[in-house]
């Protein structure tokens, strides 16, 4: 047949005018059905001898990683007409994921595998182990996209300044591991990057200020950890960015005016640290913003009515319990109209309550005013009060009273907001 005379003239060709043979081509596994570099296979088992033991041999699998019985974890791609791993999750990611050994190692295979774009490791590090500061990291700059070390905590010491040379990474999370020392300035060299999470780790020190380049930033998390100082003006370059928590630090001094900056957050979360000097008046001109978070701060006596909170009509959750405000509630806050949590509990807020104005709020459905200074009758209504439950808090404010009626009313006695008084 014709197509067999073509073939075999193909096949004398390659064999007259590549006799000689070339090292640098890549060996292929012997299927037909999943045509796999051998060498890449050969660094795959490698790298997961070093995480699982050395009694994983693959011998399962057919026939090869990337065939009809894949790792679960490892997803693969052609190139060149040939398989390699793209994908390789470590841990007990999936039900019949692979978990990782007590006496695991890194093993310098792991960065031979070329075409790699996601690598994570889940609960894999136990024991204790610090992430060696080589090179080989590097290998990976020129295809890794995302990276996670999640639920590690025997990955401790500081986190490798090589990580900054992975200059196509979109994604890098550290979540909850063992990581202490400062947050090395590289990282900022990343201006790919749309998501920056090193939350729940033992970082310390200022947060570096290095942040003008990352313009594709989406999400920024630094949160539980012992960050100190004050924050870093290049925050404000953040242009693109979406959500910033920087909860439960040590970060202190006032508020960044450059906050203002970001037009587009919809989440700021600054509770737990020690911030002071007051409320910025630039953060009532992110108008995107749906959470804003700034309880147990030291704000000093400062007083709400300056801050015009009716321009930020967006707002869905908006906490400045334990703060040291003072003053009255400033009736802006009832313009809120997609309000669904108000935390304005364990502060000096003085004056009446605005009840009809609050309850008219349609979305509301958790009001903490307690640990106060107010004063005077709450007129919230038994229908207020039945959609409420106990998210609506008024104890520990001596001079606020229930009406009378409510408290006497056999029907609605039940109602009655726990720890406030009668009236008389």
């Known amino acids: 047949m014709l197509w067999q005379t073509f073939f075999s003239s193909l096949l004398l060709l390659s064999l007259l005018f590549g006799c000689n043979g070339d090292e640098s081509l890549p060996e292929v596994t012997d299927s037909e059905e999943a045509p796999m570099d051998k060498r890449e296979r050969e660094a795959l088992y490698s790298a997961i001898q070093g995480f699982v033991g050395d009694s994983w041999n693959g011998s399962a699998l057919y026939p090869d ?71 080989l990291w590097t290998n990976f700059a020129s295809n890794l996209e995302s990276l996670e070390f999640r639920s590690n905590p025997g990955l401790i010491g500081e986190l490798p300044e090589t990580i900054g040379n992975l200059t196509k990474l979109k994604s890098l999370v550290v979540l909850e591991n063992g990581f202490s020392g400062e947050l090395p300035a590289s990282i900022c060299n990343l201006k790919r990057l749309k998501r920056l999470v090193f939350a729940g780790n033992s970082f310390a020190g200022m947060i570096p200020n290095c942040f003008k380049g990352l313009k594709e930033l989406l999400i920024l998390d630094l949160s539980r950890n012992s960050f100190s100082g004050t924050l870093p003006t290049s925050f404000g370059d953040l242009v693109s960015l979406l959500k910033l928590d920087l909860s439960n630090n040590l970060l202190e001094g006032n508020l960044l005016q450059e906050l203002g900056f970001l037009k587009n957050l919809t989440l700021l979360d600054l509770r ?69 949590f108000l935390g304005l509990n ?27 200074n107010l004063t005077g009758e709450l007129r919230f209504s038994t229908k207020f009060y039945e959609k409420m439950g106990r998210r609506f808090k008024a104890s520990k404010n001596p001079n606020l009273c229930q009406p009378l009626e409510m408290v006497m009313s056999e029907s609605h006695k039940h109602l009655s907001p726990l720890g406030v008084k009668p009236c008389t």
């Not at 502060?347 to 005013?369: D, M, Q, R, W």
């Open 65 to 135: 990683p990337c065939g009809w019985t894949p790792i679960q974890g490892v997803s693969c791609d052609i190139y060149n007409d040939l398989w390699y791993v793209t994908d390789l999750s470590l841990g007990l990611i999936y039900e019949n994921s692979l978990p990782c050994s007590s006496s695991l190692q890194i093993r310098p295979e792991l960065f031979e595998l070329k075409h790699l774009r996601s690598l994570s490791f889940f609960n894999c590090f136990i024991s204790p182990m610090v992430i060696a500061k080589e090179e």
């Open 346 to 372: 364990n502060n000096n807020l003085t004056g009446f309550v605005p009840s009809k104005k609050l309850e008219a709020l349609p979305c509301l459905g958790a009001l903490y005013i307690n640990g106060n």
């Open 272 to 340: 737990n640290n020690r911030f002071s000097g007051g409320l910025s008046k630039n953060i009532e001109n992110i108008q995107s913003l749906t959470e804003l978070v700034l309880s147990n701060n030291p704000m000093g006596e400062e007083d709400m009515v300056g801050t015009n909170w009716g321009k930020m009509s967006n707002l869905v959750v908006l906490d400045l319990s334990k703060m040291g405000l003072r003053g009255e509630i400033p009736t802006s806050l009832t313009n809120l109209k997609r309000l669904r």
